[in-house]
């Protein structure tokens, strides 16, 4: 049950921070050695993606994004202290944070099937050759997808030579749909909601012993793949020289939809920092489908339409109803708190990251943006400062911004001009 006054101010589409009371009272759904095994996977499979992906030969084949200074962004917005932008908008390949969990588990499927027809499992880039790109050829990779999931995970399967078929609402982005179909993917749309789709696609899935369904809400692959992010960044701020202890905490702002790519990355962060990181989510106004989850308790799926929300919104990779109870029970004692966003400040988030950084987002993107705002200008977020003995002005604060450079000029331009 939802207190009735959180409910009313939900249902009001006024903006809130909503601070997480972090009681427990289901066991995590995963163990975290899990993480460790994501890590290693993703780097044994580096030199097979440097020669699959042309984009990558430069990175060596390791999927990771820009750590940026963002001062810049702080001054126009009013902060203080010490900003930073985790750039996962410029992701290769896929352009977004679905990057991660994706792409580990199309990786994690290959190395399954290829195992089962004999491959000894030493060398990943032994499976750029012809006879496995043969045999992942009878393979299929079924997935539901807004846009971004289905873009990385249909990507990844055609780079290795899978088939891929992805689900959409007839009212997904045309472009994404024609990136798709230009690399080989089958598209299917379908009228009306995205969880039509998916459910079209598990079914089709289940029917096909060759087919792997990837399940945005429940997947533990997908989750290990965003946490891996964890130690990426700690390894990131070391280079920078920025220390994090105590008194030097981590304020991290990341967009929410589902829950799985800011709960995979907040997981992985707390196994490196533990206390001395604090993550909140951002969530559109009609679709706080974490908020709901966790302020509700997690025992029982709680959707944004149970109180009233319609769930629509410009920011399309947020706007799902009902969060992954996989994610929320991780996020139970590990998120601190989640934030509300009106979709009216998404475009100006948007245009700021243009001018100030050069660096081009999608609405869901520039959701995380008002994230530093809640904790310094807030009644709520100065008391969770208090509580907590977090001192904002010695924070570094990072905006993730989770996508948006593969977004056309057109599309683009259109945005800036709103
Ligand atoms: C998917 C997505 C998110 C949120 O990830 P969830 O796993 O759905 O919570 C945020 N931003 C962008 C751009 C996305 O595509």
């Known amino acids: 049950m939802l207190a009735p006054e959180l409910a009313d101010t939900l249902r009001g589409r006024m903006p809130m921070l909503w601070l997480n009371p972090g009681s427990r009272s289901l066991e995590d759904p ?48 009013g902060g203080q202290s010490r900003w930073l932008f985790k750039a996962d908008n410029r992701l290769p390949v896929a352009g977004s944070v679905k990057a991660r969990g994706g792409f580990h588990e199309v990786l994690e499927f290959a190395e399954q099937v290829a195992l089962s027809h004999g491959w000894d499992g030493v060398n990943f880039a032994d499976l750029a050759e012809p006879r496995w790109r043969a045999c992942f050829a009878t393979y299929q990779l079924v997935v539901g ?6 873009i990385s995970i249909g990507l990844m399967s055609r780079a290795l030579g899978f088939a891929a078929q992805v689900h959409m609402s007839d009212d997904a982005k045309q472009w994404k749909k024609q990136l798709l179909r ?3 993917v089958d598209v299917v749309e379908h009228a009306g909601d995205y969880a039509k789709a998916v459910a079209a696609g598990r079914a089709i899935a289940e029917a096909d012993p060759q087919a792997h369904f990837v399940d945005d809400e429940r997947s533990l692959s997908l989750f290990c ?10 390894a990131q701020l070391a280079e920078q020289g920025i220390e994090v202890n105590a008194a030097n905490p981590l304020l991290i702002y990341l967009p ?38 966790l302020a509700s308790g997690v025992r ?51 245009e700021l990251a243009w001018e100030k950084l050069g660096e081009r987002v ?52 259109q945005w800036l001009s709103q």
């Open 225 to 234: 793949g965003y946490a891996v992010a964890g130690r990426r960044v700690a």
């Open 256 to 293: 929410c939809g589902v829950g799985g790519a800011p709960g995979g990355i907040t997981y992985g962060l707390k196994q490196v920092f533990g206390n001395n990181v604090h993550c909140f989510f951002a969530e559109p106004l009609e679709s706080p489908s974490v908020l709901v989850q």
């Open 182 to 184: 230009d690399q080989g």
């Open 145 to 150: 997808s807004t846009g971004n999931l289905g």
């Open 30 to 77: 995963l163990s975290p050695d899990l993480v460790d095994a994501a890590e290693r996977r993703l780097l044994r499979a580096a030199p097979l993606l440097a020669k699959i992906l042309p984009g990558l030969a430069g990175s060596d084949g390791l999927i990771e994004s820009p750590l940026m200074d963002a001062q810049a962004l702080r001054d126009a917005l």
């Open 362 to 413: 999608e609405p869901s993107a520039a959701a995380a943006f008002p994230g530093p705002g809640w904790i310094t200008g807030s009644q709520a977020g100065l008391q969770w400062c208090a509580r907590h003995q977090v001192d904002p002005s010695r924070a570094t604060h990072i905006l993730w911004c989770t996508g948006g450079s593969l977004v056309p000029d057109a599309e683009f331009q």
């Open 300 to 350: 029982d799926p709680m959707s944004v339409h149970d109180i009233g929300l319609s769930n629509r919104t410009l920011a399309d990779g947020l706007a799902v109803g009902q969060a992954s109870m996989l994610a929320s029970t991780c996020m139970q004692d590990r998120l601190a708190g989640v934030f509300t966003v009106p979709d009216t400040s998404l475009g100006y988030y948007l």
